[in-house]
């Protein structure tokens, strides 16, 4: 190969390292620029925006509650663990296999409590004219208690079953509740139209300006979301139709689920 053709080689090679440099430098460019607007255009990212508008929206949606929940105790006492573990299973056994019986799944019963203690009295001796002795302790036994908690899905069946429970010879029937079984979905909904009332908002607000809304600086949330209604004196009723009172009644109203948004956008 002589010098002209070594000369030549050398250029086209220099020629095509030029040009595959150059097709990288414009890629890494585009990249890059492609990096920025992204950063640019998503909410909150990037530098401080200088100039911001600021809107808020509220919403608020109704439900029904669909479950209603309570708990009960078993309780027995006896000289030794085994005979009271033995009359608090049985008590418990009859109280679920009733229950399974009035429609209440296995999954919505749960034991959320068990417990074995010693009990005591306690004797005071008679006062004298010379002071009042101590007392003392007296073993009486061991207490086993069993809580549990029910979760009842037809709505409409709780007083009935809450009356069943009463003439069981259960203990502290108690903290029966109202509640939305999908209470995230209303969340979300009255979220969702919050939202869509301060877009509405700043869309009018940013033509009234004459400016353009370039992206979500910052968002923030508030809200009052249901809390269980408790009816004490349902739970009341429930222990005289375990007498014999018949069942209570059920009313359970609505639940109010609000939302408020406030949403701070750039503009230019």
């Not at 109280?95 to 004797?123: M, R, W």
């Amino acid at each position: 190969m002589n010098e002209s053709a070594v000369s030549m080689f050398q250029s086209k090679t220099a020629r095509v390292i030029v040009g595959v440099l150059g097709v990288l430098i414009c890629f890494l460019v585009l990249v890059k620029t492609m990096h920025e607007y992204r950063k640019y255009t998503l909410a909150g990212s990037g530098t401080s925006a200088t100039n911001t508008i600021t809107v808020n929206g509220e919403s608020e949606v109704f439900a029904v509650p669909d479950i209603a929940t309570f708990t009960y105790t078993v309780n027995e006492l006896a000289k030794t663990v085994p005979a009271a573990q033995k009359v608090a299973t049985e008590k418990a056994n009859k109280a679920v296999e009733f229950l399974k019986k009035s429609g209440v799944a296995e999954k919505d019963i749960q034991t959320t409590g068990y417990n074995i203690s010693p009990q005591y009295d306690y004797l005071s001796a008679p006062c004298t004219q010379y002071g009042c002795p101590g007392g003392k302790s007296v073993f009486k036994g061991y207490e086993v208690s069993q809580t549990v908690a029910v979760k009842v899905r037809k709505i409409e069946d709780a007083g009935t079953i809450l009356a069943g429970i009463g003439e069981l010879n259960v203990t502290n029937l108690s903290g029966l509740q109202f509640t939305v079984d999908k209470e995230n979905e209303f969340v979300a909904e009255a979220r969702k139209k919050a939202i869509n009332e301060a877009k509405t908002k700043a869309k009018i607000l940013a033509d009234d300006l004459g400016v353009s809304i370039v992206r979500v600086v910052s968002f923030s949330e508030g809200g009052d979301f249901p809390r269980p209604y408790y009816s004490k004196a349902l739970m009341m009723d429930a222990a005289v139709g375990g007498m014999g009172g018949g069942a209570p009644e059920i009313s359970t109203g609505e639940n109010k689920i609000t939302s408020q948004v406030s949403i701070t956008y750039e503009i230019r």
